[in-house]
């Protein structure tokens, strides 16, 4: 069994930053692609950023040039790290990972979620 687990969400005023870190734990063989969706109230969850077990990124136009996503392959652990974050940034954050288990299986896991508000 996989777990991924999230912490660094909270309360920021606008213009502020936050960083979030999503662990991924278990019956491990490897991580591929790992990535931060949201879902704000009454919205579908939307990707905001994906990185592959390479390097390579990918943000939502909305975030671009305020997000950054990072990872620890060493560690199966992703950042997100947050700057300049609008009232709009708003919404419960989930970490997503494409595991490879033990067995050899692929499956995608999904962190439990993690609340950003930003408001004054």
């Known amino acids: 069994q996989v777990q991924l687990v999230e912490s660094g969400g909270g309360l920021v005023q606008p213009g502020g930053s936050l960083r979030l870190s999503c662990a991924a734990s278990?019956?491990?063989?490897?991580?591929?692609?790992m990535g931060w969706y949201r879902q704000a109230p009454g919205k579908q969850r939307e990707l905001v950023a994906s990185i592959t077990s390479g390097g390579s990124t990918n943000y939502a136009d909305a975030v671009k040039g305020r997000f950054t996503i990072s990872r620890d392959n060493a560690k199966n652990t992703v950042y997100l790290q947050m700057n300049s974050l609008k009232p709009e940034d708003t919404a419960v954050y989930y970490c997503n990972a494409l595991i490879i288990a033990g067995s050899g299986q692929w499956y995608p896991a999904w962190g439990q979620g993690t609340q950003v508000t930003v408001s004054s």
């Open positions: 278990g019956s491990i063989l490897d991580v591929d692609t």
